[in-house]
């Protein structure tokens, strides 16, 4: 099987006689969307001809660019390939004629039919985080860049990919016990927001959409650091709980001016800070995109310690897989 | 004053000599950032060369894509235009050598004079719907797609802005009744979520975090309908209240399949639907971008109703221009 680096180059290459590459879709649903959010924030911040969009897959089924064609790349990933929307994304993407590559975790699956390059990810309790689907798919944007237009920041961002296991690691270790606290303190509140900017918005939305409210029934919203002065803050008073991520890299000041306004006028502040859990070792030019494997990696720490303590185990649900819709 | 037209073909103009126009970027903070929404969907399916982007003010400032430059429009919102963040926004773009087009209600401002051309839209109760921001924002699209590529449904948009004004005044009166139902059912609720796809997206978002956070105090997130069935599902009960836009459309499957599921499984369901408003009277290769002004103008008359019967005055604000943040 081809690595990202592989798939790329053999896809620009076959590209060459259509005119090259010129546009790259990331499509995916839920948690898989969620994963996809950093390699669209590269995309959209590194790339300068390159263009770029992230979708809901079945959104992109039923309203698909009209650039989708034989110069496009559309990257698709489902856990274990059986998404019918995501499916049915990479059968019209082929149709169209651009080039398909799936992410997925079971290699035996109804996705892989309809993609022309099959990336594998890692998964599971001890995985290397490295080599996980937020790192494949960031992978596959920062080929893609560096095949075509050069990307001036790729040995740092390789570098980054060779500590991001062990930071993530250390930091799933060092929050236990304010987890446990988490736990204890919020366990019977029925509204949790989380917060989050940059390209760690998509860790914030995950947990708020498959955590809070898929797995655990809590309502909940994910708020763009950004976006909380012009709206939600309003919504701040010493009871309600607030998740908030502070990440490292060029949006953190957004992430400090919430953080701060809640230690001003709200109470129930749960804090996760890539600085204060190590991210900064990577470098300055391309920490922002590493940011979501933190967090991603680490909300689980709490996640346990709240399903636990809830008696509500994360694998309880009422429709998804029991029900038709 | 230009309108969007004569600015954008002045734009085009000036950037002959520099290689011409290569991306457009919105940029707007809350309710702004929603009336965008549209725009960006429209040129994210539209366009095949022109790239695009919608960006929170704040996360633009500090996270500006690296194309940012003489080969860029950017265009930024600010009712009053005094947002510090899409000021800053305006600013640094034309230091990079951008074209910057600023929308704003109040013409005497200090956005304006960060912007090279200015755009004024109509606010207010008997507003002309068709010469609102988001039809504004949607015409430095259009205009910057046809004078560059070429849009091949420019007289059907054109003609779809002829029937807009009509059609929402009409679905007002519509509602009236169902609205005042609405706030007698909803007025105890403490979380009211909505939902909405497409280029209607924005809309949900909108009446989520600018009017049920902001202006009620209720807590909220916006559902995407496509990825509702990837993990907010599972919060669905008889008790939970959803607003649903069914938007006319590409997007309309993605609605009606939610809705079928809320029938199924919920019970407190409001639903927009611009299909029963009118709005299939615009040309189905255009409707898609119509969606919003329609339910962010039918809102307005739910709101009122909720508002008062609330005793909660939508302009109550326990933070906004009242503390430092």
């Known amino acids: 099987m081809l690595n990202a680096k592989e798939a790329v180059a053999k896809i620009i290459r076959e590209k060459e006689e259509v005119g090259g590459v010129k546009q790259v879709y990331y499509v995916g649903c839920g948690g898989s969307y969620a994963a ?18 992230l979708y809901s897959s079945n959104e992109f089924v039923h309203n698909a660019p009209k650039a989708l064609g034989a110069n496009s790349v559309v990257v698709v990933v489902s856990h274990k390939g059986n998404t019918p929307e995501t499916i049915e994304a990479a059968r019209i993407s082929r149709e169209a004629g651009a080039a398909v590559i799936g992410l997925t975790w079971l290699l035996d699956s109804p996705l892989v039919q309809h993609c022309d390059y099959v990336l594998s990810y890692t998964f599971g309790d001890d995985k290397d985080i490295a080599g996980e689907k937020t790192i494949v798919g960031l992978l596959t944007a ?13 040995e740092a961002f390789m570098d980054g990919i060779g500590r991001i296991d062990r930071i993530v690691k250390n930091a799933c270790e060092q929050v236990k016990h304010r987890a446990q606290a988490f736990a204890d303190s919020y366990k019977d509140d029925k509204v949790i ?19 809070f409210m898929e797995m655990q029934w809590i309502h909940s919203a994910c708020i763009h650091t950004g976006e909380f002065f012009h709206g939600p803050f309003e919504i701040t008073d010493k009871e309600t709980p607030f998740v908030i991520q502070l990440s490292e890299g060029s949006t953190r000041a957004l992430d400090e001016r919430a953080l701060k306004f809640l230690n001003t006028y709200g109470k129930r502040i749960e804090v996760l800070d890539a600085k204060e859990m190590g991210l900064s070792t990577i470098d300055a030019s391309v920490v922002d995109y590493f940011n979501h494997s933190l967090f991603n990696n680490v909300y689980p720490v709490y996640n346990k310690a709240l399903a636990e303590i809830r008696q509500h185990p994360l694998t309880t649900r009422r429709y998804m897989w029991k029900v038709e819709y």
């Not at 996809?36 to 969009?53: C, G, Q, V």
């Not at 920062?142 to 790729?154: A, I, P, R």
Request: proline share 2%; hydrophobic share 40%; aromatic share 16%.
């Open 36 to 53: 996809f959010y950093p390699a669209k924030t590269f995309m959209e911040k590194e790339a300068k001809e390159l263009k770029s969009a």
């Open 142 to 154: 920062v080929e893609l860049l560096q095949q075509t237009e050069g990307y001036e920041h790729y």
């Open 193 to 211: 927001y989380t917060m989050g900017s940059g390209a760690a918005w998509g860790a914030a939305y995950l947990e708020s959409i498959c955590i």
